[in-house]
């Protein structure tokens, strides 16, 4: 039944049918309910994106009102998720520094981009697009990102900092050496017990907010024990030899890092949208990459710049792409050696030693001697990826804390749309897209079920797309609906999307008086809260299932799932091969479909010899063919003839079951028409049943009903062979036959 516009443009105005004051209670205290576990949520989850932990709240105040207001499903909870988080930070990671104003805005671009998505999909009626992703497909890929999501947060809860590696399993190398080496028990003890307290409270009390517990509680004891313990110094307050010279090494890679990574982007984008790059920034990179002096830099020297449309001379484009291969492997060079740069400062165990007049500078542990130590603190460096400043060394002694939130809502402006990044946006916001709305639809259904109501799936599609776009003029990622928020929702009595509504409010409120109050939470207890909440996604159960029905959909589950652990961050890449997988698989089928031999069973209809070890018929071979006749599987079919034909050498009639065949195409209909032509000239009869009146329509504007003849058509294979075995068995020496009688082939035989 055709939805009326108004239901479409303004589905929110239909929950007020028959609402009552109970009803507002309800959804108020559901969306109360959501909100204590949304907010420290979003805050883990933005970090696990690579963002500032504030700017979770911003994808937590707009996505949810507007995905309820304009969505179909009445309590599905939208906003930041895991595997969304993840795949932006696996998205942006390679195009800009994370935490940096270029990787903000790209994450508020990519939310951008994927609203405008999903919102086309709804609106173009083409939700069955998310079933490109098969079940296995989607269980090996959740299974892996949990994994992913779940260690990404070691580094957090162990108190230790690492670089990122080209690839997973070389950074939780990195991690395990750096636990091992510098654990900071406090912060280790801080998310253990967020742990505790979380499995504790939903054991015992599912349907309290056990996350805010867990917060409200660790956050007490972080302010109460001082657990945040952080100082500037200048480097020359810290007496190690040699120091000065690390750190200036470091800024110096990091400048000619900078300077690359502009130079490269001038030479790939080629375009008057792009800056291009200072003399000065070229001679400085080529000063120290001689492979690449001499090849094209006239033009980047000059500042030339490559001007729109400008048909560019082949000689041109190979030079640019050799020197931007050349640069990506200077580039990678470069990083590698921050990377050992990083870890030596931060390797650093200091101490602060009292020195005359009250002064305080700072040794290694091992050099400390007889000094009287200033306190019992081990100080070690904060080396990020940002400059190092050395008159602003910061030093971290205690646990590490979410710090300042800025107060007040964000601003509302459209994102800056850079085209020449979109470009690189758009395949990851469609695999985001579909993701997303696979979760989000997944337990929207469930819901809907359970609470009697129609699912619209193309009506979400549009909320979720209108949610991301709302969200991208305040200062969102990409967000969708969450599979644990929304239970609780549904658990709190949520009766509308009104509970969605008072969720945005609560948020609101806090990120205009409440921000305050969020310094002292240990970042182990974010690390903690997404741990908890990506264990639910871990599914062992649905894998073995996978290979009990149907091997190769196992097969395609553990090979996405191991793929995708390969290639994190580059999750994409692990869902792409598992797609990709599962169209070959699907393929495949098409073009070799069950072609079956038949001979009558107990229960009075004809089965698979094969599978039910039946005797055949000398004389008549009846087969069953199960798919649509096409191009892709035609060869197949003839090929499959030939084998019974040679393996039946008194076989005189050859009679198709097509009550399988739900299609043909022309190069399907050609190639029937050739095998009928190629029978009947070696003296076999061709007799068909059960063919679909759209499949007869086509053989007789063909003319191939004029070949097979009309009277060879029949309507059931009982039918036919009431006819056609006396032709078989004339002159017959077959006393049991197979199509009268059951036979089954013994041992002997």
């Known amino acids: 039944m055709t939805k009326s516009p108004l239901k479409v443009m303004f589905p929110f105005l239909f929950w007020f049918r028959d609402y009552s004051g109970k009803h507002l209670i309800n959804d108020f205290i559901a969306g109360i309910t959501v909100a204590l576990v949304l907010i420290p949520q979003s805050m883990a989850y933005a970090q696990l994106a690579g963002l500032p932990a504030y700017y979770g709240l911003y994808a937590s105040f707009l996505p949810p009102m507007v995905a309820a207001m304009f969505g179909s499903s009445r309590r599905l909870a939208t906003g930041p998720v895991a595997v969304v988080s993840i795949m932006t930070a696996a998205t942006l990671e390679p195009l800009a520094i994370a935490g940096g104003e270029a990787y903000i805005a790209y994450a508020i671009l990519l939310a951008f981009c994927v609203g405008v998505f999903q919102f086309l999909l709804g609106v173009l009626r083409l939700g069955v697009i998310v079933n490109l992703l098969s079940h296995p497909v989607i269980i090996g890929f959740v299974n892996a990102a949990a994994l992913i999501i779940a260690s990404s947060q070691l580094p957090k809860f162990f108190g230790v900092h690492v670089d990122k590696a080209e690839h997973y399993y070389q950074t939780m190398a990195r991690v395990a050496e750096a636990a091992i080496n510098f654990i900071h028990w406090p912060t280790f003890f801080m998310g253990v017990l967020a742990i505790v307290i979380m499995a504790g409270c939903k054991r015992k009390h599912p349907g309290l907010p056990c996350v805010l517990f867990a917060v409200v509680i660790t956050t007490w004891l972080s302010w109460f024990t001082n657990f945040e313990q952080n100082r500037s110094v ?107 740069l990083r870890k030596e400062l931060r390797s650093l165990r200091l101490v602060a030693v009292k020195g005359e007049a009250n002064s305080i500078y700072y040794l290694p542990e091992d050099k400390l001697g007889n000094r009287e130590r200033a306190d019992t603190r081990i100080w070690r460096m904060r080396i990020s990826n940002k400059q190092i400043l050395p008159e602003d060394i910061q030093l971290i002694g205690g646990g590490e804390v979410v710090g300042n939130i800025p107060p007040g809502l964000p ?163 692990g869902i792409m091969i598992g797609v990709l997988l599962s169209a070959g698989v699907f393929f495949y089928k098409r073009m070799r479909p069950t072609i079956a031999e038949l001979s009558l069973w107990e229960d009075n209809h004809f089965r698979d010899t094969r599978l039910f070890n039946l005797a055949q018929c000398k004389y008549i071979a009846v087969i069953r063919f199960d798919g649509p006749l096409f191009y892709g599987n035609i060869s197949y079919l003839e090929d499959e003839i030939l084998k019974i034909i040679h393996k039946l050498p008194e076989l005189k009639i050859i009679h198709f079951k097509c009550n399988g065949i739900n299609g043909i195409d022309t190069s399907g209909e050609h190639a029937l028409a050739q095998i009928v032509d190629r029978l009947h000239a070696a003296g076999y009869n061709v007799f068909f049943s059960g063919l679909k009146a759209e499949i007869v329509e086509i053989i007789e504007r063909s003319g191939l009903l004029y070949k097979i003849g009309s009277s060879n058509l029949f309507p059931t294979l009982a039918t036919a062979l009431d006819t056609i075995w006396d032709i078989g068995h004339r002159e017959s020496d077959e006393e049991i036959c197979p199509l009268k009688k059951v036979v089954k082939v013994t041992q002997d035989t």
């Open 411 to 573: 601003s509302i402006s459209m994102p800056h749309l850079d085209f020449s990044i979109m470009g690189k946006l758009i395949l990851p916001a469609i695999i985001i897209s579909i993701l997303g709305f696979m979760e989000a639809i997944s337990i929207a259904k469930d819901m809907a079920a359970r609470s009697g109501y129609r699912l619209d799936p193309n009506q979400e599609l549009i909320g979720q797309g209108l949610a991301n776009l709302a969200g991208s003029f305040s200062g969102s990622y990409p967000v969708s609906g969450s599979f644990s928020r929304s239970a609780v929702n549904f658990q709190a009595g949520a009766v509308s999307g009104m509970s969605s509504v008072f969720t945005s409010i609560a948020v609101i409120i806090t990120l205009l008086f409440c921000t305050p109050l969020l310094y002292h939470l240990p970042q182990s207890v974010l690390a903690a809260i997404i741990m908890m909440a990506v264990v639910g996604l871990l599914n062992i159960k649905d894998v073995r299932h996978a290979f009990t029905v149907r091997r190769a959909d196992g097969i395609i589950c553990l090979i996405t799932f191991f793929s995708s652990l390969f290639f994190a961050p580059h999750l994409d890449r």
């Open 234 to 340: 200048n480097v020359a307050d810290i007496h190690i030899p040699g120091l000065m010279s690390k750190i200036n090494q470091l800024v110096s890679n990091l400048d000619r890092i900078q300077q690359t990574v502009s130079v490269r982007t001038a030479i790939t984008n080629g375009s008057d949208t792009s800056p291009s790059p200072e003399a000065g920034q070229t001679e400085n990179v080529c000063a120290s990459c001689h492979s690449i002096r001499g090849i094209g830099l006239k033009e980047l020297k000059n500042g030339d710049r490559i001007a729109k449309n400008e048909v560019i001379p082949l000689r041109k484009v190979l030079e640019l792409h050799l020197m931007a291969g050349v640069l990506n492997q200077y580039l990678a060079e470069e990083k590698k050696h921050a990377v050992e």
